[in-house]
């Protein structure tokens, strides 16, 4: 089997983020003037890579972000699986201190392990891995070698640590910014992270040239 390779990015930022308000699958919401620029900047970057497709979630931030390839006639899919996890109650609320303390001890349980523990009214890590295994089984069954995958934070984490067989409980170990790129090379049916949340690209620099 060729070398296949996962260009993979978190979405270009949004007002949501902006004002640090909780953003989930329920919000759709579009990229603010900085996100934007971010999409326009990576496409900059990374236009003479050979993408094959683009697979994006059902959330619009994801195709504003890659729009320039699409425009430029790369196919791509859209799949509910790589929406981000339901924030549930707590999406489209302002951070408060009784709520960045729920989210605290929230994450603390995952990462003990208590990745079946549900956000209220929403998701937990192991919804959202059973709804993404699907689309990662049909990125690797299929024949195109070289795709760009957008997403969303949380579920960008979720999603690498079952690309590289690590326990939902690490995915707090994974970085992400918005526009931040992963890539991973597939062979052999093991996945290897090339680069790893790079953001080089948003600072007007050669992507070939190393980070710093």
């Not at 953003?23 to 993408?51: H, K």
């Not at 709804?131 to 195109?144: D, L, N, S, T, Y």
Request: overall charge neutral; proline content about 5%.
């Amino acid at each position: 089997m060729p070398l296949k390779k996962i260009y993979l990015i978190r979405h270009g930022q949004t007002r949501f983020n902006e004002l640090g308000i909780v953003q989930g699958r329920g919000i759709d919401a579009s990229l603010n003037a900085t996100g934007r620029q971010q999409a326009e900047m990576f496409y900059r970057a990374y236009q003479n890579v050979p993408f094959d497709k683009i697979y994006i979630s059902s959330l619009k931030r994801t195709y504003e972000s890659v729009a320039g390839f699409v425009a430029a006639g790369i196919p791509y899919e859209v799949h509910t699986g790589l929406d981000e996890i339901s924030w549930g109650e707590h999406e489209g609320a302002k951070a408060s201190p009784e709520r960045n303390a729920y989210f605290r001890e929230l994450v603390a349980a995952w990462n003990n392990g208590n990745t079946a523990m549900r956000i209220a009214g929403g998701e937990s890590p192991e919804d959202v891995a059973a709804r993404q295994k699907p689309v990662i089984e049909g990125i690797v069954a299929a024949p195109e070698e070289t795709v760009l995958v957008c997403m969303h934070g949380r579920a960008m984490r979720i999603l690498l640590c079952q690309l590289l067989n690590k326990p939902l409980a690490t995915m707090d170990s994974f970085g992400h910014h918005n526009l931040g790129l992963y890539i991973l090379a597939y062979k052999d049916n093991t996945f290897a992270v090339l680069e790893a949340d790079s953001t080089v690209h948003l600072k007007g620099n050669d992507p070939a040239a190393p980070q710093k």
